[in-house]
């Protein structure tokens, strides 16, 4: 027995010393093929393309891994023990491999009866996440720990946890801490309070199932357990930890939520960036910088959406947007229900939200992250006809439905919906190009096609400004009367079919001056002098502007605008107005540049008042700028001038026929901005809504943010003008316009018009200005479908 007893101790030594000599034999055997720590000694982090405003904030990230470097001394103390406590507490003793953490997990793996624990510390994750696959085989563990000895060979602790710190994925596309506070809580790394560490630091052993946004109820319990740890390791007290129990975290369920809403200019940029640097774009690091200010586009952007919501209220209720299955659901917090919900895009304005019970008194409703709503009253009032139990079945709101709901001013939630208008903004300065602010469509996310550089859609009146002018280089002046008269177009003079245009309303005020039939928008005297300067004069004139010919064709419609512009172009061509008659290219790219800040490559725009630039005469475009301050002044955008109480505001409203496309085009002389409204299937938008009530809104939301703290600017008249003097033809009133000096000369006789047949040239009576008349001596040809009127 007691040989027996010696015996048993020299088997257990034995056996470990054999254990540990196949040991150093394995040891030797592969240390030696173990890959190269350069990777790490000189690590280099795949940074993605990032997109900026030119104030500074970042507005879109673009590349496989959403990383945002650190260095080690940048992190917050707390979140450094945040991580510590969660993942490896003696990451700063032990030399790359924990052997108390193995013994201790292997003991609370033997009395759990199976795997419950894991002992990799933070060296070996690196190591890990750098050179090896997540196979759980001996074979790979082995390999694990012998590289993180020798990367603790090879840097120090913290180094170690730099890369860490930078490279361990998070979910939600998430590479590093700093990324994932910024995509979690949208705040720098430096601003996250001990509960939102918390809540990071527990991510690592599992983002899937630990994450916040599709998980909450473990990523709490998780963020609790993180919590509890420091405290036991004394990194923090019981009143700091009681603190970060209660305190309410506030997750982004959306990745993509950056400081403003610019997801349009940040595409135009990343596309930019792409072409000239190709694929490494993405990990390069590289920034762009954009010509956009913060204060301008969020009120670009929310004006835009304001608009587009009032608009679609104006129309009705369409009704629920879609049904789940609640059968399945017996709690009002059912895990579930987050989980059914997550094919549906949440919003800030039109949160996503489950009707739990459904009244015509009253809706209980959940949102996304587990609160529930409470609709009644007013808020009901929108969608009051889908309450009835008589609502078509497939649009009823009723328990299981998919409903959008927003709060007023006074923070009560009422029934929205979603919109399926689209609609456009884009402003610029006018004298260098720069834009200002740009909304390519009411969400990104839903429909990224841009409608500011993509959308080709009819102007409408909004083209009549680039008529009158060319009429200016004809001869004609402000003062210039021509008849607001009704007109039959036959089909021989068309060489097509017969047309009989109309205004607007229906309406015709006889002879009228250029100046007041631009105000008042009207159809019959554009074409009556499309006709008279020739629509091939008309069209080879517009094209200076920027206008594609072949979208353009010169037809006496283009005096109503029945070809086809993109917002781009009308802010380039507006911006001749708006800065004297030069012609400035838009760019939204200020600056790119390298990982380190150094300028790679950089716009220098050609400013108006390089005379190779003009393209237009100066007193063309001081002309054309008076006439249309009188269409805010007293014309069909007087709403502007109501809102924004300025005297030094331009421009013109358009409306397609049918209410198809709504515009409006303007501009102060620091600022030119065009919106647009309408569907990307062309249909009516309804009665009534022309530009003046559909766009100018957008248009006016903007300006009251750009031109806040902007003096009102007017400038002189240009050399070659003189002020002529007539009678209102409608009043007998006297009168007095600025009109070209070398057609003030009065004639030795004039004749007035008595048949379409002979071009526009009586000047008023008084006035007696000298008019050029240009005879057309080529037949005027239509296209199929003309439209009848614009506004």
Known sequence: ???????????????????????????????????????????????????????????????????????????????????????????????????????????????????????????????????????????????????????????????????????????QRAYGFAAAARIYFGKDIKELNVAEMAMLAGLPKAPSAYNPVANPKRAALRQQYVLRRMLQLDFIDEPSYKKAIDTPLHVHRQIDQFALKADYVAEMARQIAVEAYSESAYVDGIKVITTLTRPEQEAAYRSLRKAVLDYDRRHGYRGAEAYLDMKSITRDDDEQIEELLNDHEDAEDLRLALVLDASPTQIRAYLPGGEIVNVEGAGLKFAQRMLDEKAPPNKRVRRGAIIRLNQDAKGIWQITQWPEVEAAFVAANPNDGAIRALVGGFD????????????????????????????????????????????????????????????????????????????????????????????????????????????????????????????????????VFANGGYKVEPFIVKQILDANNKVLAETTPVVAGDES?????????????????DVVRRGTATRAAQALKRSDLAGKTGTTNDYVDAWFCGYQPSMVGVAWIGFDQPKKLGSGETGGSAALPIWIGYMETALKDVPEMHGQAPSGLTVAHSNDPATGAPIRDHVYLEYATPPEETTEPTAWSQPVQAPAPVEQAQIRPVTPDRRVSMPGAAPTTSH
């Open 1 to 171: 027995m007691l040989r027996w007893l010696l015996l048993l101790p020299s088997l257990i030594l034995g056996t470990l010393f054999a254990g540990l000599a196949l040991v150093g034999i394995v040891v030797i055997l592969a240390y030696p093929r173990l890959p190269s720590v350069d990777v790490l000694t000189d690590y280099q982090p795949k940074i993605p393309l990032r997109v900026y405003t030119a104030d500074g904030y970042l507005i879109g990230e673009f590349g496989e891994e959403r990383r945002h470097f650190v260095r080690i001394q940048e992190v917050p103390e707390a979140m450094k023990q945040a991580i510590l406590a969660a993942e490896d507490e003696r990451f700063y003793q032990h030399p790359g491999i924990d052997t108390m953490g193995v013994l201790r997990a292997a003991y609370a793996n033997f009395l759990g009866g199976g795997k419950r624990q894991g002992a990799s510390t933070i060296t070996m994750q690196v190591a890990r996440n750098f050179f090896l696959s997540s196979e759980k085989t001996l074979t790979r563990k082995l390999y694990e720990a012998l590289l993180a000895f020798k990367i603790e060979g090879s840097l120090s602790k913290d180094e170690i946890l730099q890369i860490y710190v930078n490279q361990i994925y998070l979910g």
């Open 444 to 575: 990104f996310n839903r429909n990224k096609f841009n409608h500011v550089t993509q959308a080709w859609r009819q102007p409408g009146s909004s083209m009549k400004p680039f008529v009158y002018s060319a009429a200016l280089e004809k001869g004609f002046s402000p003062l210039s009367v021509v008849p607001d008269e009704p007109l039959s177009i036959t089909a021989e003079e068309t060489g097509s079919q017969a047309w009989e245009p109309r205004n607007y309303d229906g309406k015709y005020d006889g002879p009228m001056t250029l100046r007041t039939a631009l105000a008042k928008s009207k159809n019959m005297v554009s074409i009556r002098l499309v006709r008279s300067i020739d629509p091939h004069y008309a069209q080879d004139y517009v094209s200076r502007f920027g206008f594609d010919k072949d979208k353009n064709p010169p037809y006496l419609t283009l005096a109503l605008g029945a070809g086809n512009v993109t917002p781009w172009q009308h802010l380039a061509a507006y911006g």
């Open 613 to 629: 630039l003009r393209i237009i005469d100066a007193r063309n475009a001081w002309l054309m700028d008076s006439m249309m301050k």
